[in-house]
């Protein structure tokens, strides 16, 4: 058993927010998460910088990212799939 099939890779589906980096995306992932006292769902987000080598990702654009090894000191996370592209706004003169 290699240390490849050892671990689960986590993944998590999410949107991005911002690709103003080179070869990096920041997307922000949405979890409910259910408070302990009142059992009532809470939305929280957490953003991920991820790996996106080819630039592909545009912000709007939903995602899946995978877990990896460190790539630098705020980014685990690479680009896995792009599951829907942003509309594409056009503006008229």
């Known amino acids: 058993m290699t240390a490849e099939n050892s671990k689960t890779l986590r993944r998590a589906k ?5 690709n103003k980096m080179q ?3 920041v997307v922000r992932v949405d979890r409910l998460k259910k408070h302990p006292k009142y059992l009532k769902y809470i939305k929280t987000s957490k953003r991920f910088k991820a790996h996106d080598e080819k630039n592909e990702a545009a912000i709007g654009d939903t995602v899946i990212i995978r877990e990896t090894r460190p790539l630098s000191r705020e980014k685990r996370w ?3 799939k792009i599951l829907k592209t942003a509309p594409i706004e ?3 003169a």
Do not use: D, N, P, Q
């Not at 999410?14 to 911002?18: E, F, I, K, N, Q």
């Open 14 to 18: 999410g949107v991005v927010v911002s």
């Open 23 to 25: 070869k990096t995306i």
């Open 78 to 80: 690479a680009l896995e």
């Open 90 to 92: 056009t503006v008229e």
